[in-house]
T-cell receptor, first 120, second 117 residues
Framework: GAVVSQHPSRVICKSGTSVKIECRSLDFQATTMFWYRQFPKQSLMLMATSNEGSKATYEQGVEKDKFLINHASLTLSTLTVTSAHPEDSSFYIC????????????????FGDGTRLSIL | AQKITQTQPGMFVQEKEAVTLDCTYDTSDQSYGLFWYKQPSSGEMIFLIYQGSYDEQNATEGRYSLNFQKARKSANLVISASQLGDSAMYFCAMREGLWPGRRALTFGSGTRLQVQP
């Protein structure tokens, strides 16, 4: 079964509204979660690393004021797309890794099912 | 420079045949991990197989095997006995470094595999 739950799976909203996407780790604690963005027929691009109890780390070119990340607890990270515009339409997907306080090993990152965001 | 390169945008394979999806990587770290994920049209990312930089044997998981050639920095995915359900996008990814265990994955551009009956 899914170890990372992402909600909602699909959002359609008007330009100018803000959209919140939730990412939950199920049955494990994740001090770090990752947010990726994927345009149609393209690869996943890391947007930011969400750290529990501290500020998120954003990748170059990602507007932190546009994409607000809150890692509220050890099992929940949220991404809020503020004042969304059509160019923000994309597939957003989060991931978390079990045992993230241990040295990296063969633990894969588990991904949520993604959120397809469409801004009209 | 691209850290993960997948040179095959699309591949076709006949059902029941084997197919190899290419992946080369670039890193200066001695410790790294290589992953393959499958993404069906529905969008979810499905973990397939992992290879660690210190693993001497090629990883295998059921019909999936990873042809790891460290000197060439390649980590090709081999799918044996292809099934129609294997039709999907396949991504090669890398996580550099060993510590701390909080690093994100870097993905290649992907290969779209279509299995033909």
């Amino acid at each position: 079964g899914a170890v990372v739950s992402q909600h909602p799976s699909r959002v359609i909203c008007k330009s100018g509204t803000s959209v919140k996407i939730e990412c939950r780790s199920l049955d494990f604690q994740a001090t770090t979660m990752f947010w990726y963005r994927q345009f149609p027929k393209q690869s996943l691009m890391l947007m930011a690393t969400s750290n529990e109890g501290s500020k998120a780390t954003y990748e170059q070119g990602v507007e932190k004021d546009k994409f607000l990340i809150n890692h509220a607890s050890l099992t929940l990270s949220t991404l809020t797309v503020t004042s969304a515009h059509p160019e923000d339409s994309s597939f957003y997907i989060c991931s978390a890794k079990t045992g993230d306080l241990l040295p990296d090993s063969n633990q894969p990152q588990h991904f949520g099912d993604g959120t397809r965001l469409s801004i009209l | 420079a691209q850290k993960i390169t997948q040179t095959q945008p699309g591949m076709f394979v006949q059902e029941k045949e084997a197919v190899t999806l290419d992946c080369t990587y670039d890193t200066s770290d001695q410790s790294y991990g290589l992953f393959w994920y499958k993404q069906p049209s529905s969008g979810e990312m499905i973990f397939l197989i992992y290879q660690g930089s210190y693993d001497e044997q090629n990883a295998t998981e059921g019909r999936y095997s990873l042809n790891f050639q460290k000197a060439r920095k390649s980590a090709n995915l081999v799918i044996s006995a292809s099934q129609l359900g294997d039709s999907a996008m396949y991504f090669c990814a890398m996580r550099e470094g060993l510590w701390p265990g909080r690093r994100a994955l870097t993905f290649g551009s992907g290969t779209r595999l279509q299995v033909q009956p």
